[in-house]
């Protein structure tokens, strides 16, 4: 089974406008983590925004906010105020402890910024 | 800041032949990690090595493929004949133990491109 479901293979955004990344998890664990990572072309992974299992309070990173809502098991991300270095592959990505911290990624999300 | 370096950035080889694709992770980090992206896809896990042994593999990583630190800084990728399909990007990770996030670095990684 699929730990980590992103389901927009591509999306297109105006620039300056807000646009939401999906993401589903599955786990049985009560600790886990859930990280967002951008990938430019040039092909690095880039770390974005952390949002733990226990924390009560959404993560905020600048412009990056993640929507977490655990009963439901999703963690959408949120780019707000899009820019065109914002176009690029963003990885949802989960770890838990039963899994020695090691991290299952989904299938990712092409965003491209349009001018 | 400290940051995960992977040299090389681009190898190409034959297929049959051994490549060790190198890492220097993050000074004070206990934790190493191998992930692989091939073309177009999700990223997956390999490997996870604490304390000189691995802790984890996947069903990817079979006897072709081994994990070292030999001196105590780098944390090598062996793969012992290459096959066509082990071309793909692959990610070292680095993580301490502590913080709240246990956020994995990631180097920029290494392409591997078989022919």
């Known amino acids: 089974a699929q730990k980590i479901t992103q389901t927009q293979p591509g999306m297109f955004v105006q620039e300056k406008e807000a646009v939401t990344l999906d993401c589903t998890y599955d786990t049985s664990d009560q600790s886990y983590g859930l990280f967002w990572y951008k990938q430019p072309s040039s092909g690095e992974m880039i770390f974005l925004i952390y949002q733990g299992s226990y924390d009560e309070q959404n993560a905020t990173e600048g412009r990056y906010s993640l929507n977490f809502q655990k009963a439901r098991k999703s963690a959408n991300l949120v780019i707000s105020a899009s820019q065109l270095g914002d176009s690029a592959m963003y990885f949802c990505?989960?770890?838990?402890?039963?899994?020695?911290?090691?991290?299952?990624f989904g299938a990712g999300t092409t965003v491209t910024v349009r001018a | 800041e400290p940051e995960v370096t992977q040299t090389p950035s681009h190898q190409v080889t034959q297929m049959g032949q051994e490549v060790i694709l190198r890492c220097v992770p993050i000074?004070?980090?206990?934790?190493f990690y191998w992930y692989r992206q091939i073309l177009g896809q999700k990223v997956e896990f390999l490997v996870s090595f604490y304390n000189n042994e691995i802790s984890e593999k996947s069903e990817i990583f079979d006897d072709q493929f081994s994990v070292e630190r030999p001196d105590g800084s780098n944390f090598t990728l062996k793969i012992r004949s290459t096959k066509l399909e082990d071309s793909a990007m692959y990610f070292c990770?680095?993580?301490?133990?502590?913080?709240?996030?246990?956020?994995?670095?990631f180097g920029p990684g290494t392409r591997l491109t078989v022919t």
């Open positions: 990505a989960m770890r838990e402890r039963s899994n020695d911290y090691k991290l299952s």
């Open positions: 000074s004070n980090h206990l934790y």
């Open positions: 990770a680095s993580r301490g133990d502590r913080g709240h996030s246990y956020e994995q670095y």
